[in-house]
């Protein structure tokens, strides 16, 4: 006993000296007291020795020495050993919080009360390198996990667990690559956070999820400018609950057994979106910056979906996606993958968006209430993938099939139409530069309105180019709708022009440029506006304050130009698919002329059809529109887009 007490009374003579840094290591964890804030030392009962509240049992401390090392207050050092045990060090201000224990290269912290540490949080750095390791965390309060070159895999669970119901920020280095890999095990993610996670750091950190998700936050999480790369999961690349949150950054997600990134509703009801998110569960998606890549192969998955809305404001965004459609026993029905899916609202005011999908019945953009395309948005979608359907739902074998026809009359649950941008409530685009081909089936459908007031758009498909189940309205904008099979613009409710720049182009008759439902009673409304419809426009129409005109005659592959008087409206080029058979009416304000083999000027639009303006040509030669003719069956068959199943 006299020799314990006489070794702590050298080390604090030490210290006291010195100014050092006192060392106490309790097996591979060592807490380290600079001389400044150590102050008493209570050696009591003869089996405890107290520092700055922190209580050691001497029978627990392998060693005690003094030496030189810098200390950073607040910080938790975990370096992973290849050949050994994981070490742990502890800054002596907040030793009194963490216990850890060491397994191998298995580290268990559990962090009590940080609310006396300054104000501040403890930060816990990992480096090193290990093929059997860990690190599990509990507690009740914020921390920072920052990754300091960390290469860790843990072949029997999850790689990083934290069950903190606090915001945690997960954190790489600058500078540094950090590899994080689980294995086996009942966990439901490599890197697992019970409370909000937050993805940050000027590092990078790749992820790879053997047993089922990439990461996972029971609660929200948000990127700000980490490069993160999820290169393989079983089930989503990155999964959570009341919100996620795209800052800035880049995110690259791929090899992923289900959803690129899925969110949920947290808890039974929605909050509705809240000032600076605090306390939200909405399952919302908010995308407002940076780069995001995902890329999705499983059967019906979605790159993103959101539970609730989704917003997105910013951004450099690509998804790919092939994955085919299956049949859902759960909800009896054929469902079809997605690009981006929101079961609530959408809303698109800027970013670069290209969405790519090749998958049977899959979609570019679902949304299943309202969306909005507004301000500075940029999209460019892209649909390949055929019509899939089962004969009944006894049979439900997934079949393919290129023609329409072949689904029309099978109730909506049993197919799954591939469709550019579909939304069931109503759609409004009031700006941005559109371009969407969808090889076989609408390219853009809403099963409500449709109101389109700005924006350049273009919207082409071998089914209606733009659909509407109810009434379409145009305003403004330039908009062009070339179908290769069936009408342009095509509304089942009233379609009314009032204003903009409009390029229609038909399969051929019965089929129209401009197609209202005439036989439900409703009509096509031309006020104003700049028009040309290769098919013509939909029978009885009613066509005011201008003047329609037609062109017997055109040449596929020939620049044209309408002119309002002697104003250019726009120049535009007839698609190869064109009809010739078929009737180009043309219509402005103000007695239409058309020119052909124009010199087209100004701004390129619609995927190189047409230009803003245009000089020379020579005038063709017009007649009165007939405006009685022309006008086929409603959506190709009565009902909106043709009477194929939407799901």
Known sequence: ?????????????????????????????????????????TYTDGTRLTILNKTFALSDISCML???????????????????????????????????????????????????????????????????????MSGSYKCTVSLAGVTMTNPSGAAITITNSKRIQLSAKSGTTN??????????????????????????????????????????????????????????GINCEEYFQMKSGSVSISGVGDDGIQCDLGGT?????????????????????????????????????????????????????????????????VKGSACISADGNMTISGGVLTLTNEGSGGKGIKADGKLAIIDNANLTVNITGQ??????????????????????RLSDNLSSSPKGIKADGAMTITGGTILVSASYHEAIETKSTLDISGGYLYATSMDDAINSSSHMTISGGYIMANSTGNDGLDANGNLYISGGNVF????????????????????????????????????????????????????KGTWYGLYNGSTPAFAFKVPSNSSMGSTMAVYTTSTPSLKSSVTAGGTSIWNGYGYTSCSGGSDVTLSTYNNGGGGGQPGGGGNPGGGHGGH
């Open 66 to 136: 003094v030496d030189d090392t810098s200390v950073t207050d607040n910080l938790v050092s975990i370096k992973y050993s290849t050949s050994g045990d994981a070490a742990v060090t502890v800054a002596g201000n907040v030793a009194q919080y963490v216990t850890a224990t060491v397994s191998g290269n298995h580290v268990t912290i559990t962090q009590m009360n940080t609310a006396a540490v300054n104000g501040d949080e403890i930060i816990y750095q990992l480096s090193g390198t290990t093929t059997d390791g860990s690190l599990t």
């Open 504 to 555: 229609a182009v038909a399969k051929s008759n019965p089929e129209v440029g401009i197609d209202a439902n005439t036989e439900g009673g409703y009509k096509l409304y031309i006020t104003g506006g700049s028009v040309v419809a290769i098919g013509g426009f939909e029978r009885d129409a009613s066509i005011s304050d201008g003047t329609a005109k037609s062109a017997s005659s055109f040449s």
């Open 387 to 408: 019509i899939a359907y089962c004969s009944s739902s006894s049979n439900t074998a997934i079949r393919t099939t290129t023609s329409t026809s072949t689904t029309e």
């Open 179 to 236: 590899t994080i890999t689980d294995g086996s095990g009942p966990q439901k993610a490599c890197i697992y956070s019970k409370g909000q996670l937050q993805l940050q750091g000027n590092g990078m950190l790749n992820v790879v999820g053997n047993h089922k998700h990439g990461i996972m936050s029971a609660s929200y999480v948000s990127i700000k400018n980490l490069t993160l790369n999820i290169t393989s999961t079983v089930g989503d």
């Open 269 to 333: 009801a929605s909050t509705g979106q809240t000032t600076d998110h605090e306390d939200e569960d909405t399952g919302n998606v908010y995308l407002e910056g940076g780069t995001l890549s995902v890329q999705t192969t499983t059967a019906a998955a979605k790159g993103i979906k959101a539970d609730g809305d989704m917003v997105i404001s910013d951004g450099t965004i690509t998804v790919t996606n092939s994955g085919s459609a299956t049949w859902d026993s759960g909800d009896s029905e």
């Open 1 to 41: 006993m006299k020799k314990i007490i006489s070794i702590l009374i050298a080390l604090v003579l030490t210290i006291a000296a010195e100014a050092q840094t006192l060392n106490v290591q309790v097996g591979n964890v060592t807490y380290q007291f600079p001389a400044s804030q150590t102050g008493d030392m």
